[in-house]
C-alpha cells in the first residue's frame, strides 16, 4: 500500500539480472497499472482543482537536483537488500515511494491544470528516478552474485544484466540532456523578451 511500485521494479531488475523474460513482463504490466493508476487520480485532481506550479512541494519535483539522484540510486540498493537480506520492506517502501510518486503525481496534476511545461519536468524526474532505481537495483542483485541456478543460464543473464546496465546508463545520460534543454527553455520563457 505505501509503496505500490517497490515489487514492479525490483522485480524488474530481478529479472534483468536472470534474463527472466516472463518476470520481466510480468514486472512491466504490474508497473504499468501501478503508474497509470496514479497518473489517472493525478490527473483528475488537476482538473478539478486549482494547480499552483510554484508552491513548494510541486516546485520542487520540477527539477532534477543531485540529491533526487542519490535518494533514487539509495531507494533501489535498499530495495534490492530488502528483497535478499530481510531488510524492513516498510523502510524500502517509504524511500521507493518518495523517489517515484511524488513527481509521478505532480506531472499528473500539473498536466490536467494545463501548466505542459512544467508538467515535462515532473515527468522527467520521474524517469531519471525509476532508471536510477532499475540501475541501482540490477546492480546491486549483480554485486551479490545473484544469477540463474544453471552455468548455461549464467553466461547469458551475464550479457543480458550488463547490456541492460548500459542502456539504463545511456538512457539516463540521454535524460539528462534532454531536462538540462527543458530546463533551459523554461528559464528562458520566465526571463521574458527583455531579459
Known amino acids: 500500500v505505501i509503496a505500490p511500485l517497490l515489487g514492479p521494479n525490483m522485480a524488474l531488475a530481478l529479472a534483468t539480472t536472470l534474463a527472466d523474460v516472463k518476470m520481466a513482463r510480468r514486472a512491466l504490466r504490474s508497473a504499468a497499472v501501478g503508474i497509470g493508476m496514479a497518473l489517472v487520480i493525478a490527473l483528475i485532481c488537476g482538473l478539478l482543482s486549482r494547480v499552483d ?22 531507494s533501489g540498493f535498499a530495495g534490492a537488500l530488502a528483497f535478499t537480506t530481510g531488510l524492513s520492506t516498510t523502510v524500502v517502501g517509504v524511500m521507493v515511494s518518495v523517489a517515484l510518486l511524488p513527481p509521478l503525481t505532480v506531472f499528473g496534476m500539473l498536466l490536467g491544470a494545463g501548466e505542459g511545461k512544467q508538467a515535462t519536468a515532473a515527468l522527467g524526474l520521474f524517469l531519471v528516478n525509476i532508471i536510477c532505481v532499475n540501475l541501482a537495483g540490477v546492480a546491486t542483485f549483480l554485486f551479490q552474485g545473484i544469477r540463474p541456478a544453471t552455468w548455461w543460464e549464467a553466461g547469458r543473464a551475464r550479457r543480458a544484466t550488463l547490456l541492460a546496465m548500459v542502456i539504463w546508463a545511456l538512457v539516463l545520460a540521454l535524460l539528462a540532456v534532454v531536462i538540462a534543454w527543458v530546463r533551459h527553455v523554461i528559464g528562458a520563457g520566465h526571463a521574458g523578451p527583455g531579459a
Open 53 to 74: 506550479p510554484t508552491v513548494g512541494e510541486i516546485a520542487s519535483r520540477t527539477r532534477v537536483t543531485m540529491a533526487d539522484i542519490a535518494l533514487a540510486l539509495a
